[in-house]
């Protein structure tokens, strides 16, 4: 079975930075895309950034370019996503995905227990 375990997420302030990571096993890593995608408070989910199966390829959400950073390490299964210049706005519950955006499948739901990133003075 696929399993996604995120971490790394926190309370940080405005202008702050975290770094978050997702554990994937249970699937070949290294032969899928793979995504972030966030949840905010009482909102549906939206694509954040995604990364090709090399990592030679990453695309991201406007809200976020610039800020974020998508990586990847094929050997140790892991996905990773450096954020800084953290805003109010970039608080909710963060999940990785094996798919490539920026559209998420129609029948996306989270395989992992997410991870929450709250940015807040």
């Known amino acids: 079975d696929v399993q996604l375990v995120e971490s790394g997420g926190g309370l940080v302030q405005p202008g702050g930075s975290l770094g978050l990571s997702c554990a994937a096993s249970?699937?070949?890593?290294?032969?899928?895309?793979m995504s972030w995608v966030r949840q905010a408070p009482g909102k549906g989910f939206e694509w954040v950034s995604s990364?090709?199966?090399?990592?030679?390829?990453?695309n991201y959400a406007d809200s976020v370019k610039g800020r974020f950073t998508i990586s990847r390490d094929n050997a140790k299964n892991t996905l990773y996503l450096q954020m800084n210049s953290l805003k109010t706005e970039d608080t909710a519950v963060y999940y990785c995905?094996?798919?490539?955006?920026?559209?998420?499948?129609?029948?996306?739901?989270?395989r992992g227990p997410g991870t929450q990133v709250t940015v807040s003075s």
């Open positions: 249970g699937f070949i890593f290294g032969n899928y895309a």
């Open positions: 995905a094996n798919f490539f955006g920026p559209s998420l499948p129609a029948s996306y739901a989270p």
């Open positions: 990364i090709s199966t090399r990592g030679r390829t990453t």
